[in-house]
């Protein structure tokens, strides 16, 4: 928590305001220096003609939704004030209180020293934090109290730096409980103990839409916002019932820099509700349609377009695309009510037809914009059926391969072969062969990724094989060599201090995006599992190594390696021997660790995935010898408990026994060969195993646990 205001304090105030003073007058002086309009009248009715400007200069960004509004204060925390808070944090975080009760009387008496100030608190750089917490452990009726405090300030709070994260988090928290008040829910009715003069409070589906009327006439001025922004698009993943808990709906919500605000506990619990879509009123949907009506209804293509492009604007632009086309899928006339999908691509699918055409001009530019890139992959995802074909044959289908070949517009691309069917992928596939060369020296792991997955998908085995083979040959017709090329790729060395950090990050993706490809040729059943075990098992020890320590999606290979059935027996043992001598080392290793936990799992006996006992052993007594060190640090700790370390040192044939219990979970089967027809008939039930091996197998294990019962009941 920051100290009072001092003289040191006052000094970087001073020459906060200087530089501001100085980035002001820059900001005016260039703006004097820009060349005028040529139509340069002052009749009243320029306001409403398109301004033209001189050729060779560019057009300057154009402000939408007219000027913000003017920002409140709401007056700071005293000294005690924010001393008392600050002592709340922290009891709060230690979470010492003997009961449920006793927490709930605490947090009842803090909100009442806060009532009043819930406006100071979340404009408070040391104290918003606390507000984001205590709305996190909050009651329903708490809530919605904040509600009534924040409301007449909601324009000015989701634009404030700090109380913007304290709205987002009251909005999150506030979302399930307008489903469970849908289907007649509620836990803020007022009881016989209450304050007989309080009002009932109102349906939190009201608090929203009272939110949502005093935003009303800002939103096209909130789209670019930087704070304001990502308070709308939490608005908007509430009015769709879209689930709150996704990757993908966190990514969009929250920006990386978010800090997470963690707490010991929560009132409600609401984790099924967050995890899932949610059921919402009518007047939600009504909601979201009026809102992306408000926000697009004063622009026109020029400012569509600088939308597209903005980095805040872009992400509220792909929301509301992406919920234009939800809410009106069933409205396929054009000729009815404008909307943004019709704004971005006026005349579709025919216009699509003509290059010329402004929908034509919209795709080819945002194809190679770095942001705008990102809102074609939401239009290609959630676009109709008729508007992608057309946008397919006349846009991508001719150069699809020259567009998988591109940095950026490779991503628009890897949408669209996501959504075509057999035929039009194995074109796809036969276009992109005679560049595949081109795309291992560009480094497109991804693309050739997504090649083989949607060949999968569509079952285009040929094609399959096709890339297989071109993706040997392209990096040196060896097949033991694909690992190392995509995995562990040589790091050129920086020239100077300045450019190592970029050339790290580009080594890592590169890496990462070869691991992925490696991992999704694994789960493929034939030659292309086939070629990534014979790489892996000729590799040498100090390169298995290097890739179950180097980094996460390196050390995700070996994982879903021993989880892989292999026609050849000797593949999990080669690996693992390649590891036993350092499983010290891979329970110290953040990444290696998880390739070490998951080798327990590997049954002893079974049909493709197997490994002996002994080995597991060995493993383990190695582990035994560095005990101590194990238990000092958090990975250590993290194998032992895995490999049930305490169990092996005071019991030692219980641990045997719960090594051998793991071999008796189903055993995967190897797809690939077919089996022959004599040998699945064998036996006459079709799966190669007769009554008689599952008699004797049924006796062994009755056998075995009554040896365990016996055992434990002599150690007790």
């Known amino acids: ?335 009815g009510e404008m909307t943004l999908l019709w704004q971005l691509l006026p005349g579709a699918p025919d216009s699509l037809k003509d290059a010329t055409t402004p929908a034509s001009n919209f795709v080819n530019s945002m194809l190679y914009d770095r942001v705008g890139s990102r809102l074609l992959e939401t239009f290609i995802i959630h676009c109709p059926g008729k508007i992608f074909k057309a946008l397919f044959k006349h846009v991508f289908g001719t150069r699809i391969h020259s567009l998988l070949r591109n940095d950026i517009a490779s991503y628009p691309a890897i949408r669209v072969l996501n959504r075509l069917s057999k035929e039009d992928l194995i074109t796809a596939v036969q276009k992109t062969l005679p560049e595949f060369s081109k795309l291992i020296t560009l480094s497109r792991f991804n693309v050739i990724k997504a090649l083989f997955e949607r060949c999968q998908a569509r079952q285009a085995s040929s094609e399959i094989e096709s890339l297989t083979k071109t993706l040997v040959e392209a990096l040196g017709s060896d097949p033991k060599s694909l690992v190392p090329k995509l995995c562990l790729p040589e790091s050129s060395e920086a020239d100077g201090e300045k450019d190592e950090e970029p050339l790290q990050k580009n080594h890592s993706a590169l890496v990462s995006h070869g691991s992925h490809l490696t991992t999704a040729m694994l789960a493929i059943p034939g030659s292309p599992s086939r070629a990534i075990q014979t790489s892996l098992a000729a590799l040498p020890e100090e390169l298995i190594l290097q890739l179950a320590t180097s980094s996460a999606p390196t050390s995700y290979v070996l994982v879903n390696a021993f989880s892989t059935p292999s026609r050849n027996k000797a593949f999990h043992k080669v690996l693992v021997a390649a590891l036993r001598p350092h499983a010290f080392q891979l329970a110290m290793s953040n990444h290696g660790n998880k390739v070490l936990n998951s080798i327990i799992y590997i049954p002893s006996k079974g049909e493709g995935i197997s490994i002996p006992f002994h080995v597991k052993e060995l493993m383990m007594e190695q582990l035994g010898e560095h005990e101590q060190e194990l238990r000092d640090s958090f990975e250590g700790r993290r194998a032992w408990k895995a490999w049930r370390g305490d169990l092996w040192r005071n019991r030692r044939r219980d641990w045997i026994s719960w090594v051998k219990e793991l071999d008796s979970a189903p055993e995967p089967v190897v797809p690939e060969p077919e089996p022959k027809r004599d040998n699945v008939l064998r036996n006459g039930n079709g799966n190669g195993y007769s009554d008689t091996n599952r008699a004797k197998e049924t006796a062994r294990n009755f056998y075995e646990r009554r040896q365990r019962k016996r055992s434990f009941e002599s150690v007790y």
């Open 1 to 335: 928590m920051p100290k009072p205001r001092t003289k040191r304090q006052a000094i970087r105030d001073e020459r906060k305001a200087k530089r501001r003073d100085k980035a002001l007058a820059a900001q005016k002086t260039s703006k004097d220096a820009k060349r005028q309009r040529l139509n340069d009248d002052n009749d009243g009715g320029i306001g409403d003609q398109e301004p033209a400007f001189q050729d060779g200069y560019d057009q300057p960004q154009i402000r939408i939704g007219g000027p913000p509004p003017d920002r409140e204060f709401f007056g700071m925390l005293s000294d005690q004030e924010q001393e008392y808070f600050r002592s709340v944090d922290e009891q709060l975080d230690i979470d010492d209180f003997p009961s449920q009760e006793e927490r709930d009387l605490y947090l009842a008496s803090v909100f009442a020293e806060a009532e009043g100030k819930e406006l100071k608190l979340a404009c408070s750089q040391s104290c918003s934090r606390l507000m984001e917490r205590l709305i996190l452990m909050s009651n329903t009726r708490q809530k919605k109290k904040l509600f009534g405090q924040f409301g007449g300030h909601f324009l000015n709070l989701i634009q404030h730096r700090f109380a913007s994260h304290c709205c987002e988090t009251l909005f999150l928290q506030s979302a399930p409980v307008v489903t469970r008040e849908l289907g007649g829910e509620r836990d803020d009715v007022l009881t016989d103990q209450d304050d007989p003069d309080e009002k009932p409070l109102p349906y939190m589906e009201e608090l929203f839409l009272l939110t949502l009327d005093e935003l009303e006439g800002h939103f096209g001025y909130l789209l670019t916002d930087r704070f304001g922004s990502h308070s709308l698009r939490v608005l908007l993943i509430i009015l769709s019932g879209r689930p709150l808990e996704q990757t993908q709906t966190k990514s969009l919500i929250h920006s990386k820099k978010k800090e997470q605000i963690s707490v010991p506990w929560t009132s409600n619990s609401s984790t099924d509700l967050t995890a899932q879509l949610r059921a919402v009123p009518m007047s939600f949907n009504l909601a979201a349609k009026a809102i992306i009506a408000q926000s697009i209804s004063d622009m026109g293509p020029t400012e569509l377009r600088i939308l597209a492009t903005h980095p805040t604007g872009n992400p509220v632009l792909q929301l509301l695309l992406e919920l234009d086309v939800t809410l009106n899928l069933k409205a396929d006339d054009e000729s």
